[in-house]
Antibody
Framework: QVQLVESGGGVVQPGGSLRLSCAAS????????MQWVRQAPGKGLEWVTF????????FYADSVKGRFTVSRDNSKNTLYLQMNSLRAEDTAIYYC??????????WGQGRLVTVSS | QLVLTQSPSASASLGASVKLTCTLS???????ITWHQQQPEKGPRYLMK???????TKGDGIPDRFSGSSSGAERFLTISGLQSEDEADYYC??????????FGGGTKLTVL
């Protein structure tokens, strides 16, 4: 069955950096677009970024553009999110999601990122 | 800019049916959406992909009680025979031709 397992994250000071990873299994990773979605405490879901199946196109929400970078290693079935210049408002649970046609059809369990001094 | 509008809350009695609505902005009547459920203190779960003609494809293990339909710019999620575990937040999602995703604000469903 499809599994998406995030790792990384934790607590970081404002202005700092973190990298999230998402190990995928149970489907043909190299054939599927992928997304990161986040959820701030007590808030709704927010789309963060999408990467095409081959890694040759990426799209970002305005709130993270220029600070976050999505990438993937299809040889390792792994998705990444590099987060730089982190702000308090980036505090959220970050979900890795399988998105073969743009919208999500499987979710990871989520990883908490806390930006605080 | 693509926007999805959902009512913040809904309620229905145990065993009854409820119909949740997701409205696409600017008359984008042909857009496909997906519905997701998030039970309290859990991560989201994919429910279904819903086309503009009302045809839908459900995720693994989603009960027959969950169904979708469409009318113009509106996309609906109907839950029949409500159970206590259906009390959750429900989100719709779509994406535009530029590759940008968007979620609705979510509907908090209370089962009375």
């Amino acid at each position: 069955q499809v599994q998406l397992v995030e790792s990384g994250g934790g607590v970081v000071q404002p202005g700092g950096s973190l990298r999230l990873s998402c190990a995928a299994s149970g489907f043909t990773f190299r054939s599927s677009g992928m997304q990161w979605v986040r959820q701030a405490p007590g808030k709704g879901l927010e789309w963060v970024t999408f990467i095409r199946y081959d890694g040759n196109a990426q799209f970002y929400a305005d709130s993270v553009k220029g600070r976050f970078t999505v990438s993937r290693d299809n040889s390792k079935n792994t998705l990444y999110l590099q987060m730089n210049s982190l702000r308090a408002e980036d505090t959220a649970i970050y979900y890795c999601a399988k998105a073969p046609a743009g919208s999500v059809d499987y979710w990871g369990q989520g990883r908490l990122v806390t930006v605080s001094s | 800019q693509l926007v999805l509008t959902q009512s913040p809350s809904a309620s229905a009695s145990l065993g009854a049916s409820v119909k949740l609505t997701c409205t696409l902005s600017n008359g984008q009547n042909n857009f496909v959406i997906t519905w997701h459920q998030q039970q309290p203190e859990k991560g989201p779960r994919y429910l279904m992909k819903l086309n503009s003609d009302g045809s839908h494809t459900k995720g693994d293990g989603i009960p027959d009680r969950f169904s979708g339909s469409s009318s113009g710019a509106e996309r609906f999620l109907t839950i029949s025979g409500l159970q206590s575990e259906d009390e959750a937040d429900y989100y719709c999602q779509t994406w535009d031709t530029g590759g940008y995703g968007v979620f609705g604000g979510g509907t908090k469903l209370t089962v009375l």
